[in-house]
């Protein structure tokens, strides 16, 4: 039972470059989030999923798109990377905020 | 909107003392109030929650404290030690029923000498 796992855990990418952070479950909620962490701004959300095929903005969705491929998986995709996404990207389930470990991405 | 403050933004006790940690949040209308706790270079970990019916919830040495109508909430620490070095953050809903869209606060970097 290893709850949520997210994929990679590090990961450098030029300007530009695209990439998606993957998030999986096996806890079998319904809502799995997205937030970013940075310092001095705290944890923001971007995207959140309440439910298998539904998805909506967050507080700072600009620059990614998610996609909730079932109810185990929940990724965000970065089209087109900038430095402003350096960042670490925590994946989350359920009303409870039970949080995956983290992926850190540098921006270069 | 709603908005989470917590002070002080970093806080270094000897072993063995009793702390507060504070939480502020601006609209009292919250469905409840969760504490976390992030050791460095890890996710977070779910400390505790209160109700907005709820007054305090205690899990061992850690007692979280609710006051709505001041819009504020404490992290008790009795007895600290150095293993209870983490940065702790508290987190409302963003709105009434939608309890993993979170607010945070930025957070209290607890340090415990030996």
């Known amino acids: 039972n290893a709850g949520v796992t997210q994929t990679p855990k590090f990961q450098v990418l030029k300007t530009g470059q695209s990439m998606t952070l993957q998030c999986a479950q096996d806890?079998?909620?319904?809502?799995m989030y997205w937030y970013r962490q940075d310092p001095g701004m705290g944890l923001r959300l971007i995207y959140y999923?309440?439910?298998?095929?539904?998805?909506d903005k967050g507080e700072v969705p600009n620059g990614y798109n998610v996609s909730r491929l079932n109810k185990r998986e929940f990724s965000l995709r970065l089209e087109s990377a900038a430095p402003s996404q350096t960042s670490v990207y925590f994946c989350?389930?359920?009303?409870?905020?039970?949080f995956g470990p983290g992926t850190r991405l540098t921006v270069l | 909107k709603q908005e989470v403050t917590q002070i002080p933004a970093a806080l270094s006790v000897p072993e063995g003392e009793n702390l507060v940690l504070n939480c502020s949040f601006t609209d009292s209308a919250i469905y409840n109030l969760q504490w976390f706790r992030q050791d460095p270079g890890k996710g977070l970990t779910s400390l505790l929650l209160i109700q907005s019916s709820q007054r305090e919830q205690t899990s061992g040495r850690l007692n979280a404290s609710l006051d709505k109508s001041s819009g504020r909430s404490t992290l008790y620490i009795a007895a600290s030690q150095p293993g209870d070095s983490a940065t702790y953050l508290c987190a409302v809903p963003s709105r009434r029923n939608q309890g993993g869209k979170l607010i945070f606060g930025q957070g209290t970097e607890l340090s415990v000498k030996p």
């Open positions: 806890m079998n909620h319904n809502s």
């Open positions: 999923s309440a439910s298998e095929g539904t998805t």
């Open positions: 989350a389930i359920g009303t409870r905020g039970f």
